[in-house]
């Protein structure tokens, strides 16, 4: 089964959106239709974040990580659905969050299923979350589909916290370089430039280099601003194509630097994923196809997409996984084992613990490997100031001495 999100009218012309499971287009189609909705707009659900889109508001891991603790205290307690999501939209301080449970409360006190109500809103609450919650609903045990999930959102969360720390140190470094740079050239080279044209001798290269630089920034900055901001918005761009979603996927795995942290952590997110929607029993297809969803890196994706394929037709799920050469040894191991024991879940869980302690030490690793290759490029960078500088200065006292 695929996930369609729609736009649409009911009898009463008022507007309906949501998020639908079905065969194939045709057949979602045919079911809104059923339903007695006029359809303005139906695509893939998997189709809506990779376009390109500026501002989008997003709800974080760690909000709804939150939000699922909340949960599990407040219907543990007996309270109803209906109050639960009037109690956590009052006292919810993300407005996206609020506005969408206030939606929902209203959704499911017209008779609705709380999974139905989050279909609404398919850009804040991820498939896995609306799953799990349908899982509850049919099992009767909601309390555990939360508290699962918010287990598997802090996971997320922390995993992604971890990939933004091994990247700030070097982006911070290079950020303060190019700053560097800039006043170097807007407050220390005009004070040289008349001091140099009065030589009357050919400048070094790197002052030449630096000297333009200044002029330019000084008095061309608006061409280097567009050029950045052309530069920025064309990768973006060029990221959301097909092609270019691909090249950068196979850039990352195979980068030599930060290829180890991007299969570890994908390996780890698969694997909790995974454990996560099998063990509220949701069939190992479906649970492929939601892991392949939330997968960012585009080989990961479409791998595991045609893995669902394989499995459909009778393959064990060791075996494509094994034949897409991008997870790790132990992981296929791992799940080989699972499928023989017939406790896939368990095993899943194991794995992306031990994953997330590789993550750990991926981290460590590419922030050491880091450190000196950015402390090389601000040498780099300092001594090209040095030289731009006291180069002429170095040549005119030379000058003075050979008289």
Known sequence: MAQFN????????????????????????????SEGLSVTEIKDAGEGSKGFSLGKKKVKSRDLSI????????????VTVITALDMLSEQMDNKTLKNALIEAKIYVEKGGTFSDAMRLNPDIFPPIMINMTSAGEA???????????SVHFEKDDALKGKIKGALTYPIMVMIVAVLVVIVVMIAVIPNFVDMFADMGTQLPLPTRIMMAGSDFVLHKWYILIAIVAAIVIGVKVFVATPYGEMLFAKAAINAPIFSDLVIKS??????????????????MLDSIEQVAKMMGNKIFRDGLMNTKAQVAKGLPLSKPLKDMEVFPTMLVQMVKIGEETGNIEDMMEKVADLYDREVDLATESLTQAMEPLTMVVMAGIVGMIVAAVYGPILSMYEGIDNM
């Open 139 to 149: 099992s009767g045990s909601m309390e555990t589909a939360f508290d699962r999930l």
């Open 6 to 33: 729609y736009k649409a009218v009911d009898k009463s012309g008022k507007p309906r959106k949501g998020t639908i499971d079905a065969a194939d287009h045709d057949k979602a189609l045919e079911k809104l239709k």
């Open 67 to 78: 939000l699922c603790k909340q949960m599990v205290s407040i219907l543990n307690a007996g």
């Open 266 to 283: 994908n390996s780890a997110r698969f694997a909790r994923t995974l454990s996560t929607l099998m063990a509220a029993g949701i069939p």
